[in-house]
């Protein structure tokens, strides 16, 4: 097994499979945690990913994207899993309204994380977990709504931990089985 941090885009059609596996189950794999009760959404077309990127206002990183279009439109992954890019109710679930990524970047404007931070899964209580669209490699960021005080100076960018390298590490470390908050949790120290 390679570590996931030399993981590279000669890797991504791996990572989709096992995310594909993990996702919807398979005789070998079963769901994973993180992902609703009755598997995920359906994947998107490559014309609904256009039209979440024309609300965003930035491209998607192409893995990214990938997975919106090949595996699911959220509703597995990484903690509460990923966010969908389209609007979802899942009445079964403790919350009807699945995260959506595109209206949580419409909402944020005046009091939250940068633009270019895309919203990927809730980290619980405060913290979300979010990966930069413009930054080399995409690295994934853990935001701390309560992390940064405007009284004192402070921005959104005060409560901004950089948790993993890039969104291809932090997913490789989710689907080989590790903790996406071990690095996180690091930076703390």
Known sequence: MTDAAHRTAADDDELLERLHAIARGSETVPVSRGCLPDHPFPALTNTEVDLAERRIGYPLPPLLRRIYTEVADGGFGPEDGLASLAPR?????????????????????????????????????????????????????????????????????????????????????????????????????
């Open 89 to 189: 109710r899942v009445p079964q679930w403790q919350q009807p309204d699945w995260h959506c990524a595109t209206t949580l970047h419409a909402q944020r404007a005046e009091r939250g994380p940068s633009a270019s931070w895309l919203f990927l899964t809730g980290g619980g209580c405060t913290m979300e977990w979010y990966v930069s669209l413009i930054a080399v490699d995409h690295p994934v960021l853990l935001w701390d709504a309560d992390g940064w005080e405007a009284d004192w100076g402070e921005d959104p960018h005060d409560g901004l931990r950089y948790a993993a390298p890039s969104l291809r590490e932090w997913l490789w470390t989710w689907a080989d089985g590790g903790n996406v908050w071990d690095e996180a949790l690091a930076l703390f120290d």
